[in-house]
């Protein structure tokens, strides 16, 4: 059996402290204030999530960055904690690119403020390569590690650009070590969770809803004053999917709505699903699981 990874304690404050002011405050010329790494990636290797996370200085201010990721997909959701970014006060969204090549992209994001008075900005999932197209049968893309690797291999930087009052970028460095380490980590969750990660690494195809899924969370459940629950990648629904396409067990993730709602929209499902199992390499089915983002999978079209 496989080993997990080392398990690190680490959280956004711990990450914080880190900080060494070792060079002159960096300003490019277009302005935008840019942050160096220090200290090492550090990886936190959770229950339910992967979390790897590193220290940036400008000289003067910092800024602590967080990948976190709690499914096998090419995408992480970006946290960043520090005192040194401020938004405008009417930006609903947050402008960025990955350099050098990356396209502009933007993300609602949401800000909070931690105890100790550090701005929490997270921008919800970010995808770092090209999505892969679905599979023959509909089912979510398959999970190319490879390429997720030569994406993350060709970013060296990522700037946030609009959105707030002065841009910043951080200077991360290629980032193939870090998402290799997480996809390790990755492997030890799906072990953790009783699954054959080696089979996930080869599987030809992931579990799908046999139907549309929204039909099995009871009406008026959520809310539209619960959709800001979902925001930043909040509240995502983890079903553990037998080889006979039955759920057996359902779970929220990053949870940011009530118990009781998310209780019933388990129970919904835990009652009324009914999947396409995974297929491993040979096409036969095999136990996994489905992770969905409640809009996008499991909210109600407007008039049904």
Same mark, same amino acid.
């Given at each position: 059996?496989?080993?997990?990874?080392?398990?690190? $304690?680490?959280?956004?404050? $711990?990450?914080?402290?880190?900080? $060494?002011?070792?060079?002159?405050?960096?300003?490019?010329?277009?302005?935008?204030?840019?942050?160096?790494?220090? +200290?090492?990636?550090?990886? @936190?290797?959770?229950?339910?999530?992967?979390?790897?996370?590193?220290?940036?200085?400008?000289?003067?201010?910092?800024?602590?960055?967080?990948?976190?990721?709690?499914?096998?997909?090419?995408?992480?959701?970006?946290?960043?904690?520090?005192?040194?970014?401020?938004?405008?006060? /009417?930006?609903?969204?947050?402008?960025?690119?990955?350099?050098?090549?990356?396209?502009?992209?933007?993300?609602?994001?949401? &800000?909070? *403020?931690?105890?100790?008075?550090?701005?929490? #900005?997270?921008?919800?999932?970010?995808?770092?390569?090209?999505?892969?197209?679905?599979?023959?049968?509909?089912?979510?893309?398959?999970?190319?590690?490879?390429?997720?690797?030569?994406?993350?291999?060709?970013?060296?930087?990522? *700037?946030?650009?609009?959105?707030?009052?002065?841009?910043?970028?951080? *200077? /991360?460095?290629?980032?193939?070590?870090?998402?290799?380490?997480?996809?390790?980590?990755?492997?030890?969750?799906?072990?953790?969770?009783?699954?054959?990660?080696?089979? &996930?690494?080869?599987?030809?195809?992931?579990?799908?809803?046999?139907?549309?899924?929204? *039909?099995?969370?009871?009406?008026?459940?959520?809310?539209?004053?619960? #959709?800001?629950?979902?925001?930043?990648?909040?509240?995502?629904?983890?079903?553990?999917? +037998?080889? @006979?396409?039955?759920?057996?067990?359902? &779970?929220?993730?990053?949870?940011?709505?009530? $118990?009781?709602?998310?209780?019933?929209?388990?129970? +919904?499902?835990?009652?009324?699903?009914?999947?396409?199992?995974?297929? @491993?390499?040979?096409?036969?089915?095999?136990?996994?699981?489905?992770?969905?983002?409640?809009?996008? +999978?499991?909210?109600?079209?407007?008039?049904?």
């Amino acid at each position: 059996m496989r080993k997990h990874t080392k398990r690190l $304690a680490l959280g956004m404050l $711990a990450c914080a402290s880190m900080f $060494a002011v070792t060079t002159p405050q960096a300003t490019a010329q277009d302005g935008t204030r840019v942050f160096t790494r220090t +200290g090492q990636w550090q990886l @936190d290797a959770a229950e339910e999530e992967c979390r790897i996370a590193r220290a940036f200085t400008n000289g003067t201010d910092q800024v602590a960055l967080a990948l976190e990721r709690n499914r096998a997909d090419p995408v992480v959701r970006l946290v960043l904690v520090s005192n040194a970014m401020t938004t405008f006060r /009417t930006a609903e969204e947050l402008g960025y690119r990955l350099l050098p090549s990356g396209e502009q992209r933007s993300a609602r994001y949401i &800000h909070a *403020e931690m105890d100790d008075g550090q701005r929490y #900005f997270n921008l919800g999932n970010v995808r770092l390569g090209n999505p892969s197209p679905p599979t023959a049968e509909g089912s979510a893309a398959l999970y190319d590690r490879a390429a997720e690797l030569d994406h993350a291999e060709a970013i060296t930087a990522i *700037e946030i650009n609009s959105g707030l009052t002065s841009p910043v970028r951080l *200077e /991360t460095g290629s980032l193939r070590d870090a998402m290799q380490a997480m996809q390790v980590c990755t492997d030890d969750l799906l072990l953790s969770w009783g699954l054959d990660w080696e089979k &996930h690494q080869t599987m030809t195809r992931r579990v799908a809803p046999a139907g549309p899924a929204f *039909e099995w969370v009871p009406t008026g459940v959520v809310g539209f004053q619960d #959709f800001a629950a979902f925001a930043g990648a909040r509240n995502p629904f983890r079903v553990m999917v +037998g080889a @006979d396409g039955k759920p057996t067990a359902c &779970h929220a993730h990053w949870v940011s709505l009530d $118990a009781r709602k998310n209780d019933q929209i388990c129970n +919904g499902i835990m009652q009324n699903g009914n999947f396409l199992p995974a297929l @491993d390499a040979a096409g036969e089915p095999m136990a996994s699981y489905w992770m969905v983002d409640y809009m996008a +999978g499991l909210s109600r079209p407007f008039g049904r």
